[in-house]
């Protein structure tokens, strides 16, 4: 099997709409409800909304598995060396098989300035803030922010720190 990734564009945004829509319902329906996932689907996921987020700095990744697009990752840089991991999805048929490691390791490579990488979990969601640990992340600082339409984001910010090269 061969994983590889490759930097998506624009016209791509269907392709992660879709993988979004399927992904987000079969994972977090159980974990904050099928009204605020709709929700955060129509609000994040749309066409117009993902090229925003592509104009706005995020660069989308596509991890594929024997060429089949198989998630989406999405980075922001920040400062210097200092990134935010804005989205890190894949398919549930693939996860708990190692591609994540192997597709976060690929992604990062992409930053070779890389020091520090930011992001927020949903401290509910205990099986990714347990891969993110294993990987190496820390828990930073624990908040809730409020997304609209009465509901709020329950997260760990969460960090990886690199050492810098020699």
Not at 15 to 24: D, E, P, S, V, Y
Not at 52 to 79: H, R
Not at 98 to 111: C, N, P, T
């Amino acid at each position: 099997m061969v994983i590889s990734i490759r930097k998506a564009t624009t016209e791509e945004t269907p392709i992660i709409t879709t993988l979004a829509q399927r992904i987000w319902r079969e994972h977090y329906y159980p974990m904050v409800g099928e009204a605020q996932v709709e929700y955060m689907l129509d609000r994040y996921y749309t066409d117009a909304s993902l090229r925003t987020q592509m104009e706005d700095g995020q660069v989308f990744w596509l991890p594929e598995l024997n060429g089949e697009v198989i998630g989406y990752v999405a980075i922001s840089p920040k400062g210097p060396g200092e990134y935010f991991l804005n989205k890190f999805y894949i398919d549930n048929q693939k996860r708990g098989l190692g591609f994540g490691k192997v597709i976060l390791e690929r992604v990062l490579a992409q930053y070779p300035d890389l020091r520090e990488l930011r992001l927020t979990v949903n401290r509910q969601n205990y099986k990714t803030i347990n891969y993110y640990f294993r990987v190496g992340f820390t828990i930073e600082a624990c908040f809730d922010f409020d997304i609209g339409n009465g509901y709020v984001m329950n997260d760990f910010k969460m960090v990886l720190k690199l050492a810098p090269p020699e």
